[in-house]
């Protein structure tokens, strides 16, 4: 049985479980500096999410890695598998939008996330391995 209902959804305790998450990655000011309106989850998500100038968001990071794993393989002189699982990374978050994440369901969107990050570590772990 679920111990949540939909009328609990957007209510008082939902708000504050998304507003201590904002305030864990450190992103209660600058959430406030960009959406001046009343907390909402699929404003928070966004900037946690696809925003690509908030240095915690997943997109912020997934470029992040991109970019370094694409310096690698410039000093290497050839690309390698974990470039290739960074940009299905990238691609994840930069061609979605949060109508997308919320309809597909928010958790299966991170698990998904997570996996696919996996994989990029499990690729450059293979691919630079030098021992």
């Not at 992040?64 to 994840?92: H, I, K, P, T, W």
Request: glycine share 4%; net charge negative.
């Amino acid at each position: 049985m679920c111990c949540c209902r939909a009328t609990q959804v957007g209510g008082d305790l939902d708000i504050q479980q998304w507003t201590l998450i904002l305030r864990a990655a450190s992103a209660h000011r600058s959430y406030r500096h960009v959406y001046h309106d009343r907390y909402k989850a699929q404003n928070i998500t966004d900037f946690l999410i696809l925003r690509p100038e908030m240095p915690r968001s997943l997109n912020f990071c997934a470029q992040f890695v991109q970019q370094n794993l694409d310096l690698l393989a410039d000093f290497y002189g050839r690309q390698q598998a974990c470039q290739e699982a960074a940009s299905q990374l990238l691609a994840m978050v930069e061609n979605t939008s949060m109508e997308k994440i919320f309809s597909h369901g928010l958790h299966e969107f991170l698990t998904e996330f997570i996996a696919r990050n996996n994989r990029v570590t499990d690729a450059l772990s293979e691919s630079y391995n030098f021992y």
